[in-house]
């Protein structure tokens, strides 16, 4: 193993110093002072800490603690002005003929908006000597002198490291005891514009530290206070190797395999948007993450806030943000890389986060990075909505309207508080004017657009003052309904449909039958022979979940169908003017058929669905003949089935005949059941 030194109590030094200490190579770091060494060893328990060498060295002394020691690689971690110590390191390194490596760190362009950029410590200070207000000095301890020179110690405040030295040194430069902050960085942006605001500076000098130093989070507090900002720049360095590119150097030197990378996601809830509606320990977490997805409109909010962002990509498509992190994990190899997706109001509110659950874990299976997971939920529109008129949102209908189509306007029939997102509000005023059209006068409207926005607004009307309904921006509302709901039952009258001479399943029958099919939540029905469309209309009022295939291959048959689809507001029906089995070709698997006429098919529809099926399949028909009751059995004694059952129905109705009523027989009806497993 070779054996590595490594100069530097930087950030990026300490960190190279344990990655490879988790790696088993053995290193050395040397630092200058006893709050270096002592960073250092501040590792958890049990987690390896290297070997550390302390004080500063000069070059004659380098040279010759590099020949007694046999060093094979040494690497310069030293901060990017430390440019002497620099030049002494490769110039010991090069007289012993030992491997020098320069780790370079990242350096962040200063801002347009600086006052001033300098080449050293003395210019900046006698740039600013004659200004006025309050300074502040985050330059480090070093350069302090500079400054306490040419500006008096009352209009000076430093920020430097919390070391004994440290503290020595800026007391021996000048400055006033109590003007002076010891702590240690880097700083958040939160924390620098709360010293900025405290201690009143009007002025901040710092060096351009690089990525990782703190430098962006300064800049971005002092240029939200309107504070004029100077900046002492990094000398020009050539050469040098990037974190990863010298981790991964000295792993091929050492013949070790590196670290994979991997992804710590977080999904986080936003609620309306911004940072407001968080919680705190959310906020904190957010400040955390290396990368940032989601809408626009939730990235914008957050950079209008001056919240502190590393990176960010206006993505909330799945397979783009997978695409995205495959080449972030590619440039940053050994890294565990925090992730924070975004999501409008809660995670598991009508939310992408499901979608992109699933696109994780075959993100994990197909390129072998793992993927550590959390959710954190957010406000919901239903929730705020809530809060904001009242309405309290136990046992309502939850219906989402974005890139679907749902049967609404049964959904507001049935339920007396139905809540819906809407993909816009021009799409809430259609729809309520469709309620009023099908005379559901008693729903009101309680309407919530861009909530928790500066442009929030509530709107409350009844559906027939529906023009009062604003128009733009993001919308939601609930929709109570204080009529008479509609019955959950089937059971519609016949006079409700619409048939000339079409023939049509009567009301009784109808009921039996639609019971008979036992339909789930998520069935999938082929109506075949649909005639008027009254099994179809009654299946599908069942569930708006439900599908149905209303087949027929009468023309006017399937007319008529269609209109008492739309006239009953029904939108999961799908009608097909043919012939079955032929119709049945491209339509997804049935899960339930009623065959209420075959045209002499009857075998070959039946053994049609046995090819298709992907489950158990239940069929009902309706026979009037002994002859097809007779085919049944025939067919029967040729197929594999089960749960067979025939029903012979007998219908009277009650007709007046003048003081007396007597009862009128409908034709016999045989109810034939049975399924194919």
Known sequence: MKKTLIFGGTVEGRELAWKLCDLGIDCTVSVATDYGEMLLKDRKEGEAIPAVIKGRLTKEEMTAFFEKEGWDIVVDATHPHATLVTANIREACHENNIRYIRLKRRIVSGPESAKGVFATAEEAAEAIKDDDGVVMLTTGVKELGCFTEVITADRLYARILPGS???????????????????????????NLAMFKSVGAKIMVTKDGGEGSGFEEKIRAAQKLGMDIYVI???????????????????????????????????????PGGTSYLLDNTKD???????????????????????????????????????KLRVITGERPFEEIKVALLYSGDTGFFSGAGKMRA???????????????????????????SAA????????????????????????????????LFSDSEELKLFAYALYLAGLHDVTVYAGYDLGSEKEKIAICKVEKYEQLPVGGLCCAFLINDGDLC???????????????????????????????????????YDVGCGTGSITAECARVSDSIRVYA???????????SHNVKKLGLENVTVINELAPDAFEGLEPPTHVFIGGSHGNLEEIVRSVMLKKRGRVRFVMNVVTFETIGAIYNMFSRMVHDNEEVVCVQISRTREMGRYHLFNSENLVYIVSFEIP
């Open 359 to 385: 696109s994780l874990k075959a993100f994990t299976d197909n390129s072998g990075i793992p993927v550590k997971l959390k959710i954190i939920p957010g406000l919901s529109s239903m929730s705020y909505l």
């Open 389 to 420: 008129t009242g309405i309290s949102y136990d046992n309502t209908k939850i219906i989402s309207h974005h890139g679907k189509t749902p049967n609404m306007l049964n959904d507001i029939k049935r339920n007396s508080k139905t809540f819906i």
């Open 551 to 561: 087949i027929d291959a009468n023309e006017n048959a399937a007319k008529i169908t």
């Open 285 to 323: 977490i957010l400040r955390e993450q290396d990368v940032v997805f989601g809408a626009k409109r939730l990235i914008e909010t957050l950079k209008d806030e001056d919240f502190p962002i590393k990176q960010s990509y206006s993505m909330y498509d799945p397979d783009e943000i997978l695409e």
């Open 487 to 525: 019955a959950l039952t089937p059971g519609l009258k016949d006079t409700e449909f619409d048939r000339d001479s079409t023939p049509m399943t009567k009301e009784e029958i109808r009921i039996l039958s639609v019971c008979k099919l036992g339909l789930k939540k998520d069935s999938v029905v």
């Open 165 to 191: 030295e440290s503290l020595e040194s800026a007391l021996s430069s000048g400055m006033a005891p109590n003007h002076i902050i010891a702590m240690q960085g880097p700083f958040s942006y939160e924390l």
């Open 233 to 271: 720049s990094v000398p020009e360095e050539s050469g040098g190797l990037s974190f990863n590119d010298c981790l991964d150097e000295l792993c091929r030197e050492n013949s070790v395999m590196p670290w994979d990378s991997s992804i710590s996601v977080t999904m986080i809830g936003m609620g």
